[in-house]
């Protein structure tokens, strides 16, 4: 049975910094790549970020580019998101996915074969 475990979100003031943390584990596809994807209220879904587990490449939606940074664990099961820099617009439930889909397709959600549970992040200002 897949488990997809987040972690790391909660409250800060805008300027601050979060990480998030995901681990997935049971998984018994080629783990091509994990991400990140957040949903505000009333507003769509977007992909945020992701990395290719088998060379490390990644990608970041323009919004957060330059602030955020996600990276892999050494088991290569475990993605991160440094979040620097934070604005209230980036407020929004957090989810982690996992797949196996090649790059072109890592923003599209429904592409992902696993998928977390969210975390929460609020940034005040």
């Known amino acids: 049975q897949v488990q997809l475990v987040e972690s790391g979100g909660g409250s800060v003031e805008a300027g601050g910094s979060l990480r998030l943390s995901c681990v997935i584990s049971g998984y018994t596809y080629d783990l091509r790549y994990m991400a990140w994807f957040r949903q505000a209220p009333g507003k769509e879904r977007e992909g945020v970020a992701a990395i290719f587990t088998g060379v490390g490449t990644t990608y970041y939606a323009t919004s957060v580019k330059g602030r955020f940074t996600i990276s892999q664990g050494h088991a290569r099961n475990s993605a991160y998101l440094q979040m620097d820099n934070l604005r209230p617009e980036d407020t929004a439930m957090y989810y982690c996915?996992?797949?196996?889909?090649?790059?072109?397709?890592?923003?599209?959600?429904?592409?992902?074969?696993?998928r977390g549970q969210g975390t929460q992040v609020t940034v005040s200002s």
């Open positions: 996915v996992a797949g196996s889909v090649y790059a072109e397709y890592w923003y599209d959600w429904r592409a992902a074969n696993d």
